[in-house]
């Protein structure tokens, strides 16, 4: 509120006697009353649910939705301890093997292939989808996936995708397979869809 200086100031020299005077405001300002042979001024409150308390209208309330993290392969299967649990999109996903009709595994793309040792693979889940395309026509290609980081062990003892049979221990260890995502949707560098529905 600013200062009712100015308002006290024009009562005093309108000099009526035994009167209440409202100084010249705004609609939002206060309302200041008094006698000019009176020093007492009263200065009254804006009643409540005034126009101007019903114009400060609060900022809508915008509710920030959590992006998926953006992570390759390779960094997902070396974090995956810290990752898992998250949503997640994989991009530069190379695909290097076909285990069924909704189960794949991916590592990074790049120029070199990584020494034997130093891979960090990622299997891959549909979720309740199927794959599209043949694996001679999906190994060696370049993907983008979008799901959830799971770990290897959260994986294999859910009912969230069928483990397969042929993935020993010793097989996952020999294949250097760290990682596991449940994805909802596999696409191509240009953005075409590579799994169907089962529902």
């Not at 409540?48 to 392969?73: G, I, M, N, T």
């Amino acid at each position: 509120m600013g200062s009712p200086g100015p308002a006290i100031a024009a009562l005093l020299l309108i000099g009526m006697s035994g009167s209440s005077v409202r100084a010249q405001q705004g609609p939002c300002d206060q309302t200041i009353s008094g006698r000019p042979d009176d020093e007492r001024i009263v200065v009254w409150p804006l009643p409540a649910q005034s126009p101007c308390e019903q114009r400060r209208v609060p900022p809508p309330q915008v509710r920030a939705e959590r992006l998926p993290l953006a992570v390759r392969p390779e960094m997902l299967a070396y974090h995956i301890e810290s990752i898992a649990g998250q949503a997640v999109e994989v991009p530069y996903a190379r695909v290097v093997g076909v285990f069924g009709p909704s189960v794949f595994l991916v590592d990074s793309q790049r120029e070199l292939p990584p020494l034997t040792g130093n891979r960090a693979r990622v299997l891959v889940f549909t979720e309740s989808t199927t794959l599209r395309v043949t694996p001679a026509l999906l190994v060696g290609a370049t993907v983008t996936i979008s799901g959830v980081a799971r770990t290897l062990l959260g994986m294999h003892v859910s009912a969230d995708g069928p483990w397969p049979v042929t993935l020993t221990p010793d097989v996952v260890k020999h294949l250097e397979i760290r990682a596991a995502i449940l994805a909802r949707s596999v696409k191509t560098a240009d953005g075409v869809e590579l799994t169907a529905s089962d529902r």
